[in-house]
């Protein structure tokens, strides 16, 4: 979907590595850039904790509750990269972690352990900074529920949008407010519908408003919790459409969590299967869902298809 996908960055990669010898600017071209959110070893429980607890979940044990002490391994050692516009899936069943996993990286959960490196911030669970301040400039997430993340249900949708704006340095009420109609515009909004108070929106089109929110002005990382859900199929594609055109288009680092794979397949460029908490499975989509290799991934592509 976009040059900078993983697969193409590997690709780019060996091949510079197995080249002969060249001068600068040849490995300028060909090294992928580097990305812009990189975690690694996010870890987060919930309970005691005990010596037992890494060695009697997952897959070990077919549980992320410890025997031992009943703590909750809700994500342990996940690591990964996401360069700009490329997009990251992230699938697995209820349980599995997902949820947590946005909350670490949005800084409402704290890590246990692990790093979250965003380009030009460093290490955000290490940062001095407060996170609201970290939060509204780096980090945006989109929910599934649009009324409850935040957007003001008497407000106008263009007034929903250029708030973000106003709070994170805007000082121009007009430029606030042309920014926000020219993205509502690009989302699908029509411009006669722009003044309208949010609560009179459907699900899909709330949808919209809230991700227009998040990307006026353009986040590093953008989270998408389970952006289609509980939209009807045909709403759900056009949403889809317009969030890899905008992604695309603006160069965020984007994280997508869904339990849908048709979701996953169509927006992501690389997908991590998670499971217990951990990730089996890493790769571009198409290894992924044609060619599942760990057993869990099977089994979730065998239960999309019947
Ligand atoms: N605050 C908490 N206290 C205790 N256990 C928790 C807490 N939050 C999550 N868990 C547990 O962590 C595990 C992972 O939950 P999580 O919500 O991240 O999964 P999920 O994949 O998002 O599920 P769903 O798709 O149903 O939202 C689950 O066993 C859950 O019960």
Not at 17 to 34: C, D, E, F, I, R
Not at 106 to 116: E, F, I, K, N, Q
Not at 128 to 149: G, I, K, P, W, Y
Not at 228 to 251: F, H, I, Y
Request: hydrophobic content about 40%.
């Amino acid at each position: 979907m976009n040059p900078t996908s993983t697969a193409q960055a590997a690709a780019a990669q060996s091949a510079a590595a197995h080249a002969p010898a060249a001068g600068p600017t040849a490995a300028a071209q060909v090294l992928p850039p580097p990305p812009l959110l990189s975690a690694r070893g996010l870890s987060r429980r919930f309970g005691p904790g005990c010596d037992l607890c890494i060695e009697l979940t997952g897959d070990a044990g077919a549980t992320s509750r410890c025997p031992a002490c009943g703590t909750v391994v809700a994500v342990h050692d996940v690591s990964f990269d996401v360069g700009a516009g490329e997009v990251l899936g992230i699938v697995g069943e209820s349980g599995s972690g997902k949820t947590t996993l946005l909350s670490l990286l949005h800084l409402d959960t704290p890590a246990d352990a692990g790093s979250m490196v965003v380009d030009g911030y460093g290490d955000l669970l290490r940062s001095r900074t407060s996170d609201a301040e970290l939060r509204r400039s780096a980090v945006v997430m989109v929910h599934q529920n649009s009324l409850a993340a935040g957007l003001a249900p008497r407000l106008a949708a263009e007034s929903n949008v250029a708030e973000r704006l106003l709070r994170t340095g805007c000082r121009s009420f007009a430029e606030a407010r042309a920014r926000s109609q020219d993205l509502l515009a690009e989302l699908g909004i029509h411009p006669s519908r722009h003044t309208d108070p949010l609560e009179t929106f459907s699900g899909g089109m709330a949808q919209r408003v809230q991700l227009a929110r998040a990307l006026v002005n353009p986040p590093r990382v953008l989270l998408l919790d389970e952006p289609t859900t509980g939209l009807d199929p045909s709403v759900q594609a056009d949403l889809l459409e317009s969030v890899q055109r905008v992604t695309d288009r603006l160069g965020s680092a984007t994280v997508v969590v869904s339990h849908d794979l048709e979701v996953i397949r169509i927006l992501a460029d690389r997908v991590l299967v998670i499971h217990f908490g951990r990730v089996v499975e890493d790769g571009i989509p198409e290894q992924v869902f044609d060619d599942p290799q760990h057993p869990y991934t099977q089994l979730l592509v065998a239960s999309r298809l019947r």
